[in-house]
């Protein structure tokens, strides 16, 4: 091979590898956007699709791959969530996002990105980012706002930028941002400390264990919700359980009915902590927690199989 070659070989495999590692961080917005991470590998195996259906001179001509990537994705992600209203309007009771094991890659955003002076200072923060409670929050919210906010807020994309991605103005884009980031703050509390929630999540799975109500109605709210999903595959609550108390007898008598067959093992739920339910070894539900004011103020039990993938491969 002349030096020629190996020149525009090497050129070749560091444009290919460049490509390949945009792909972590564009599942990360992906999942971010649809609150579901089969639904964000299928948008960014679309993406992919798009750039290696360009010739080589066509992919050559665009001066940022990584910026053309979530471009495409971004757009691709929209189109999703237009659909997802209407299949999510026929789902089998309660929709909650996919929960996703352990604080992974999947957290981190752009690369370098810089906070803008000019931007509030109470910008979403990454861990709050894949937080249960911040991607339910995300679910009232229309896609463009959707977009907006976790475009500048997580990944520090500038308003122009964002811009070109939505086919809107700056000025818009910086709009949807604000409307979205007040909507995001005035449903949801203060985050507990780490190591709060996760002494009170330990609390309750022992309470729970012990089949002691009195015991859990302590540990929730008085005004406390439980949700579950089990997708019409399998059986689970189908409206929201209000009010502690009801919360603490509904648990007890799931504990009842197992006869100690099913085990509980405290596990980090995107980014927090909870609990994963196994029974002989599988994963058959994941819970997550939100925290406030010192009690435990919502509960979302995800048992839909589809979306314990991630806690049940190898």
Known sequence: MTDHAKSRHDESDAGLDAIISERRRLIGLAYRLLGSLAEAEDAVQETYTRWYAMSRQQQDAIESPGAWLTTVATRVCLDLLGSARVRRERYMGEWIPEPL?????????????????????????????????FLVALESMSPA???????????GYPFAEIAGITGRTPAACRELASSARRRARASLPPAAPAAHQARLVRDFKQAWDAQDINALVRLLAPGATFTADGGGVVAAALQPIEGGEGIARYLTDLAVRASGSLTVLERTVNGRAGLVIEHEGVTVAVYAFDVADDRIARIWAVRNPDKLRPWTAG
């Not at 890659?105 to 923060?125: K, Q």
């Not at 706002?145 to 990944?155: S, W």
């Open 101 to 133: 094991p352990e604080r992974t890659d999947w957290i981190s955003g752009r690369p370098g990105a810089a906070t803008d002076p000019a931007d509030p200072a109470d910008r979403v923060t990454l861990d709050e980012s894949v937080s249960m409670a």
């Open 145 to 155: 706002q959707r977009v907006a906010l976790i475009l500048h807020d997580v990944f």
